[in-house]
């Protein structure tokens, strides 16, 4: 079993709890919240399912990077925190972890990102061992709005 955690638990987080409890060589290691709210709160309640999974959700980073896992599913916002969630990032894959995200759109493009946010990434790779897939979804404009507007403007076929 993957020892799986899962950082985050707006819309990708929650799909990603689900993911995680699905796959049958994932092990739902930890889930980590920011809102003071969630702590506490089990795993399963927080991705809308209907059963408990026996995972109560952290704000303790730091404990939940310690036991070493293996992947991280970090679905926090970068958005709005990009700075901190690029630090989140580079923690985890400081601590050995496979990260995958799709929060740190800069790194999408791993060659063209810029120097000042891959070094970094780069350095934790070397340091701890871990990884880094950016991928995703970019939910509310470019994957979904701005295709029906540049579609809508283009003249139709002759």
Do not use: C, Q
Not at 63 to 74: C, D, G, N
């Amino acid at each position: 079993m993957i020892s799986t955690v899962v950082w985050g638990t707006g819309n990708v987080g929650r799909a990603a709890i689900r993911a995680v409890d699905a796959h049958p060589a994932l092990e739902l290691a930890a889930v980590v919240v920011h809102d003071p709210a969630k702590v506490g709160r089990d795993a399963g309640e927080l991705a809308g399912l209907d059963r408990g999974l026996g995972v109560a959700a952290t704000d303790d980073v730091e404990a939940v990077l310690a036991a070493r896992p293996r992947a991280v599913v970090y679905a926090a916002s970068g958005d709005i925190r990009p700075d901190e969630a690029m630090a989140d990032v580079i923690r985890a894959i400081g601590a050995g972890a496979v990260v995958v995200t799709p929060s740190l759109y800069a790194l999408y493009d791993k060659v063209g990102a810029p120097p000042e946010l891959r070094d970094p990434v780069l350095a934790a790779v070397a340091a701890g061992g871990g990884s880094l897939f950016v991928s995703g979804v970019d939910p509310g404009w470019a994957n979904d709005v701005l295709p029906l507007l540049v579609s809508g403007s283009a003249p139709p076929w002759t």
